[in-house]
């Protein structure tokens, strides 16, 4: 099992930036692909962006691709979603996930975290 916790969400202005990270404690932080996810008051939880074991592929929703940057330090046990060009759409809880599948992206993680809250006001 792995233990994922969030942090780094807060409020930003549209154009703005914010890095959310996610720490994982537990089994062995590389045996798993790493994924965010968001939801938006109101409606379901979607993907966003996943990166796989080692951090060599990524892949976006296409709502922030060329904006959000997913990485990885599996010495620190962190995943990071770089957040840039932020829109009031961008709005939402953001979760991030754990995934022993190879499918890309991921579709039913194992694993999430509590989630962080990401404002972005127009």
């Known amino acids: 099992q792995v233990q994922l916790s969030e942090s780094g969400g807060g409020s930003v202005q549209a154009g703005g930036s914010l890095r959310v990270s996610c720490t994982g404690r537990g089994r062995t932080f590389s045996d798993y692909a790493m994924g965010w996810f968001h939801q938006a008051p109101g409606k379901e939880r979607e993907f966003v962006a996943h990166?796989?074991?080692?951090?060599?592929?990524?892949y976006y929703t296409d709502s922030v691709k060329g904006r959000f940057t997913v990485s990885r330090d599996n010495a620190k046990n962190t995943v990071y979603l770089q957040m840039n060009s932020l829109k009031p759409e961008d709005t939402a809880v953001y979760y991030c996930?754990?995934?022993?599948?190879?499918?890309?992206?991921?579709?039913?993680?194992?694993?999430w975290g509590q989630g962080t809250q990401v404002t972005v006001s127009s």
């Open positions: 996930a754990a995934s022993t599948s190879y499918v890309i992206p991921m579709k039913t993680p194992s694993y």
């Open positions: 990166i796989t074991r080692r951090g060599s592929t990524t």
